[in-house]
């Protein structure tokens, strides 16, 4: 069988982890990073080989949700996994596998999970089936309750370095290298985000009017939020090959899937809505990092910013706009909505001009 990970960019440790462990697999997994990163289509993989073991075509089956062994349990609606839905996995993981030797529960969205859905899980994460297993997907383990993460296996996915996604771009014909590398330094280190801009041409265009900003501060509250509408309508042509991926997927499914699917294409566009807007605030928060490195005789990292610019901001001033705009990440991490968020922020950094 050709190698399971085959095309995913970095995560090389994960990787070699997770390929030591398909001939003796823990009970249960957890994999846990940012959005975007990759840990879901990774745990599609593995799950597939776990169930395929070195049968190629019975892995194809599989990574496309095609076995009657590896059950993908989805979010009902928009909100969470239910307990309904928790017990009738409870029910399916003590039953013989239907083809293979193992059956596979992954959930893609493990976050998700409610905390009746989790506990309903539980008694079967201590009592594992040694014919059945578990893998949760989630930004962070504090996601789920200490009970059921406590009885996973956890697997920590990171940031992949920018050479290396850019790199990875070009290797599996995604974008030329001058595209791959603008990619690269707005994915800040996602390899989910970077694969979905990789054939966007406004890519650019989002990372110049990130970059932009510092030298156009507005004057007064209503500047502020009209920046802050800019900035969230830089998000709209990103987004375009998401939704034609979404269109052509809903054009090959069963009628009788298509609510769910549409359910799931609504929470995927949300999370890439909201992990461009924090690359978007990393970006900006990279340049005030430049200007008060170059003003200090460090290297820029970002080598497209024009030097008069990195100028412009004092070193002090330039580390405390640093913090604004991370603590504007932290807003929208925890829900704050981004017109205000963004708004604030900006009406913040032209108060110190």
Partial sequence: MTDPFSGVIGHRAVLELLTSDLSRPAHAYLFV??????????????????????DERCFRRAAAANHPDLSIIEPEGRTAVTVDQARTVVAAAVRSPLEADR?????EEGGMLNDEAANAL???LEEPVTTSSFILVAESEDELP???ASRCRTVVFG??????????????DLAVEEQATQVARIAGGRP???????TTPEAGAFRHFWLSIPMRLPDGP???????DEAIAAVDPLLATVKERQAAELGHVDESLVKALKERHTRDLKRATDTLHVAGLETLAGFYRDAAAAQYGAPPRNSDIPVVGLTQVAPPRAVANADRVLATVEALQANQRPQLALAVLFSELASDE
């Fill in 103 to 107: 059956r596979v529960f992954l959930f």
């Fill in 146 to 148: 200490d009970t059921v």
């Fill in 192 to 198: 989910g985000l970077a694969v979905t801009l990789a």
């Fill in 222 to 228: 209503g500047g502020a939020f009209r920046m802050a």
């Fill in 122 to 124: 539980l008694k079967t």
């Fill in 159 to 172: 940031r992949v370095d920018e050479a290396v996604l850019a790199a990875g771009i070009v290797e599996t």
């Fill in 33 to 54: 990073g940012p959005s975007n990163v990759g840990k879901a289509m990774v745990a599609r993989r593995f799950a597939a080989a776990l169930v395929c073991g070195d």
